[in-house]
């Protein structure tokens, strides 16, 4: 090892506590394996983002043995995407989720990743560190087979994560709507941080792969450094907030019916993904459908049901004694609103007059229409009527005043 300054220890600083926070996290995980399969994935995730988190440190303080990480980073990229995926999809399971057969399929490139790996560590260490070190350049037999399947990996590695990152994306987009067709309180459960933290990982990503890429030390210090920092927040984040997230779905389980297991795609198939398609198989006519309608309104006028905070689709179906299928149909077609937005719309109109009285605070007023929080409550008011609180109660009282 040479002459280290500062900024060098500075990056095994923040190396070593990225990797004590992994060391912690993952018994956790492993150990509450047993009450949520959908912690595993998230174990593995944590595993992979280890090894990639030492390579900046290894780089700037023991260049000898940066040869053996680069062996080593193959399988853990090709594991990072695909760990997420489903971490993400046992969050979002309708079902309690489970680790199947059917999902090592995902797990394919990281057999091609073990491939480079054992060629890399074929060659002998002189050559390793010839070739990712120095960057001396190959012409031929085994060494030119290795790095051609680097460079391979390197694009296969992109579109994998382009992939899952767009799965991502389209499974919470999916799994918030489908909240919003059984439930009138979603606080907690939308996993909105989700979306920051791709963020993080994709820039984490990008720096990992940036640091790969530059053989020089010289070259790749800041990247590396970067790299470092991004992880540690990366890995923070995660650990705070993936460690006491419980499944979307999780205590609300048994509210659900006829939820199917998620097929191969990872998918819900309960339901399909556009109105058109979700009720071509309804025996329910449009008559029935107003009927229903009708009751719902009735139900929700008399008896007020809207203020019950954890209102759901199956209480409402079980009150009426109506098929919960039938309900949501009606809501989409007849009414065309979701569960959610139809709760909420009574919740707004019962608050309306209380926010013009200005007898209550507004947290006091979400409280009582039906609302866990304040925040929703903002944020549905303003949906409804366009404004906030505050500027509906002063509208309304200029309105009065001038006439």
């Known amino acids: 090892m040479g002459k280290v300054n500062l900024e060098d220890l500075l990056v095994f600083a923040i ?37 990639l988190a030492t390579g900046p440190a290894l780089l700037l303080l023991a260049p000898s043995w940066y040869s053996l990480y680069i062996a080593a980073v193959f399988p853990a990229w090709f594991l990072l995407g695909p760990s997420f995926y489903l971490y993400v999809q046992g969050l979002t399971s309708e079902t309690p989720w489970k680790i199947q057969r059917k ?8 057999g091609f990743g073990l491939f480079i790996t054992g060629l890399v560590l074929t060659l002998p260490l ?8 120095d960057g001396v350049e190959v012409d031929s037999g085994l060494p030119l087979l290795t790095v051609i399947s680097v460079f391979l990996s390197v694009f296969v590695w992109i579109a994998q994560s382009a992939y899952y990152v767009a799965r991502i994306v389209v499974r919470l987009a999916r799994y918030r709507k489908r909240l919003k067709d059984l439930f009138a309180n979603n606080d907690n459960r939308e996993l909105s941080w989700l979306y920051a933290l791709l963020f993080i990982i994709v820039v984490a990503w990008i720096l990992s792969l940036l640091a790969f890429m530059s053989n020089l030390a010289v070259e790749s210090t800041l990247t590396g450094r970067l790299e470092a920092i991004f992880s540690l927040i990366l890995v923070w984040t ?16 048994d509210d659900n019916i006829e939820v199917k297991a998620d097929d191969e795609n990872g998918e819900q198939t309960n339901h399909e993904t556009t109105d058109n398609k979700k009720y071509r198989r309804s025996a329910l006519t449009e008559e029935q459908a107003q009927r229903i309608a009708d009751k719902i309104n009735a139900v929700m006028e008399q008896e007020r049901l809207y203020l019950e905070p954890d209102l759901s689709l199956n209480k409402l179906a079980q ?22 937005d139809f709760i909420n719309q009574w919740r707004i109109k019962s608050a309306k007059p209380m926010i013009i009285e200005n007898k209550a605070n507004v947290l006091t ?22 404004m906030t609180p505050g500027e509906f109660r002063k509208s309304h009282a200029e309105s009065a005043i001038s006439n």
């Open 126 to 133: 002189a050559q390793r560190q010839a070739i990712f070190i």
């Open 15 to 51: 190396t070593m506590a990225t990797l004590g926070q992994i060391v912690l996290c993952v018994p956790l995980l492993l150990a509450d394996a047993n009450q949520s399969q959908a912690k595993l994935p998230l174990a593995a995730f944590f595993v992979a983002t280890g090894v």
């Open 365 to 386: 007023v979400a409280l009582e229409v039906g609302f866990n929080a304040r925040s929703s409550f903002y944020k549905a008011f303003k949906k409804e009527t366009g």
């Open 319 to 340: 009150h009426l004694a109506i098929s919960p299928n039938y309900i949501s149909q009606t809501l989409n077609e007849t009414l065309n609103c979701n569960f959610f």
């Open 238 to 253: 995660l650990a705070y907030l993936g460690l006491k997230q419980k499944p979307g779905f999780e205590g609300r389980y």
């Open 103 to 110: 999902q090592l399929i995902h797990f394919i490139p990281a």
